[in-house]
């Protein structure tokens, strides 16, 4: 039966081999602020909302 | 369409800005989170029907008292449509859910891995809002199976695949965050909820009539609006070219020799074979269990434990509550149950970003060794009407419950490699659905044979603060015993090659 080599040292079989590298395109940080600000309003208000439930146990009534 | 769908058309082009992965994956996350939500529903789904004088016809399980009755009840309500449910029948969705979700999670995570996450999250948003469609016409012809099965079944698929579809990418996306990048996606899993139950009862009150309680119109209006977020999601998923780093990184000093965290790729089909597998599903489920029976179980918890002292009448016991005492306890009880949340989702991001300093085992041995010095100091807190350290000492615990989920991705990821992270974190899931059911049942089942026994209600919860803490020291021995995977388990060269080429990794960027 044909034995394969398993060695951590195995370069193809690492996680770490060379690939691609690159800065992101500096035109895209806008789109980047409006993803961020679709998800980012909703999930503040919820927070908000909860923080108002929660505020009687923090400060009373 | 195919085509659209299909991995090597989500191939990012060089310059893609990796920062665009996140809210596309808090997009479905923050979604799916709803399913934390859903009680919202359970009283006003509870009094839907009403007779000719406007009152609530009586519940299919009306005078049931013990288990066997309440399922005898819920069998009846499953077809009934001359009575309504009450939040037994209503809350086996829960146990659907996340039973569903670690089934689909750990059946399909493999077919994630190939087909991509593009495809996944449209998968995903097809199962959720359809769920809530079909759980809309439940309601709408009073049919709890049409619930159970849209929302529990189809919708616990959809949140299956929806949960598990960023983590290999963003997993690959940021090899210096990992921890980061999944604590934000899962912390908006965390979120779901907090944005979906106050949208609800604004719509319920919007759609409510005498003889409606808008429910169904709430379920449609929710899943339009949530298809389209998921599908924004899904169409903002970019996946790296295999091997992709960000410009400049070099592996921290840290990481360089770090046995803990392999360069290497375990194979879906190896990884169960492991010990690491199971000791790290052995502390998932542990900790989960813990604080789910915790959580789902806070706001009677706080009532029964501390009585009028939430309310400045410390000398009143749970027990001798008037109705007015109940009604200002039960708001304390619910701020307390919005804290918990809180410190859930932050918790998630926090713990995930901060173990991507200490470590991932370092960051579960404080889970597992706070947490079970924090539940045995529980009682002690209780009985010396320590209301601040017994909450603070919750929230704590709540974060950590949070943290636990969104630091496993980056632990497998670490143990098992990035090529089956997300298909490998999908079987690990199974241990969710298992805490799912053992959590509630040692809290829940505790808590009724001290009440049938007569025990004062301040002291209702002591014996299962110490079950749990010997749950967490478990876990903690577990935490310890996982060492770094043998390297017979790793794929070679040759078989991840080919499994590259299965998986579209190599085709062009579109």
């Known amino acids: 039966m044909k034995q394969e080599t398993r060695s951590r040292g195995s370069a193809h079989a690492s996680g770490m081999e060379s690939g691609p590298q690159w800065h992101p395109d500096p035109s895209s940080w806008p789109l980047v602020a409006v993803s961020w600000l679709l998800v980012g309003i909703p999930l503040l208000w919820g927070i908000y909302e909860t923080f108002d439930r929660a505020k009687i146990l923090l400060f009373g009534d | 369409m195919a085509e659209l769908l299909s991995k090597e058309r989500i191939i990012a082009r060089p310059g893609f800005n990796r920062w665009l992965v996140p809210p596309a994956a808090l997009a479905i996350h923050l979604c799916i989170g709803m399913a934390y939500g859903f009680s919202v529903f359970w009283k006003p789904l509870g009094g839907a029907l009403i007779d000719a004088e406007g009152k609530a016809v009586p519940a299919c399980a009306a005078g049931a008292t013990t288990f066997a009755e309440k399922a005898s009840g819920t069998l009846k309500a499953l077809a009934a449509t001359d009575c309504n449910w009450t939040q037994f029948d209503l809350g086996w969705m829960y146990t659907l859910f996340f039973v569903l979700l670690g089934c689909a999670a750990a059946i399909w995570g493999g077919w994630l891995e190939r087909a991509g996450p593009r495809k996944a999250g449209l998968v995903s948003a097809v199962c959720w809002c359809g769920g809530l469609l079909i759980s809309a016409l439940g309601v709408y012809w009073h049919q709890l199976w049409l619930m159970w099965l849209g929302s529990g079944v189809i919708g616990g698929v959809g949140l299956g695949l929806g949960y598990i579809s960023p983590v290999s990418t963003l997993v690959k996306w940021f090899p210096d965050r990992r921890g980061m990048a999944t604590g934000m996606a899962i912390m908006g899993f965390g979120g779901g909820a907090m944005i979906g139950s106050p949208f609800a009862t604004l719509l319920m009150s919007h759609f409510k009539t005498p003889t409606d309680p808008g429910v169904w119109q709430t379920f449609v209006t929710m899943a339009a609006v949530y298809f389209v977020f998921m599908l924004g999601g899904a169409f903002g998923y970019r996946v790296p070219p295999p091997g992709w780093r960000p410009e400049g990184f070099r592996l921290p000093a840290s990481t360089v020799g770090n046995t803990m965290i392999t360069m ?220 770094p995977v043998a390297d017979r388990y790793f794929m070679t060269a040759a078989e991840l090659e080919a499994e590259r080429r299965l998986s579209h990794e190599t085709g062009n960027p579109k």
């Open chain 2, 264 to 483: 290497h790729h375990v194979h879906l089909k190896d990884a169960h074979k492991t010990p690491q597998f199971w000791l790290l599903w052995l502390v998932l489920c542990l900790n989960t269990s813990a604080g789910i029976g915790i959580i789902g179980a806070a706001s009677p918890m706080l009532q029964e434990t501390f009585g009028g002292q939430l309310f400045d009448r410390p000398e009143v016991d749970f027990g001798q509550f008037t109705a007015a005492d109940r009604v200002a306890a039960a708001a304390v009880g619910a701020g307390f149950v919005g804290l918990i949340s809180l410190f859930n989702i932050f918790g998630r991001i926090g713990w995930a970003s901060f173990s991507d300093k200490l470590g991932r085992k370092p960051t579960y041995v404080t889970f597992l060794l706070l947490g079970a010095v924090l539940y045995a100091l529980a009682p002690m807190a209780a009985r010396g009407d320590h209301l601040a350290l017994f909450v603070g000492s919750f929230c704590i615990i709540a974060s950590m419950y949070g943290g636990g989920f969104s630091t496993i991705p980056a632990y497998l990821a670490d143990l098992f490699g990035t090529q089956f992270v997300g298909a490998i974190h999908g079987r690990l899931l199974t241990a969710w659905s298992a805490a799912g059911i053992l959590g509630p049942v040692v809290v829940n089942y505790i808590h009724d044979t001290h009440v049938a026994r007569g025990i004062a209600p301040e002291h209702l919860y002591d014996s299962t603060f110490y079950i749990l803490a010997g749950m967490m020291v478990i876990g903690f021995v577990c935490n310890l015993l996982v060492r």
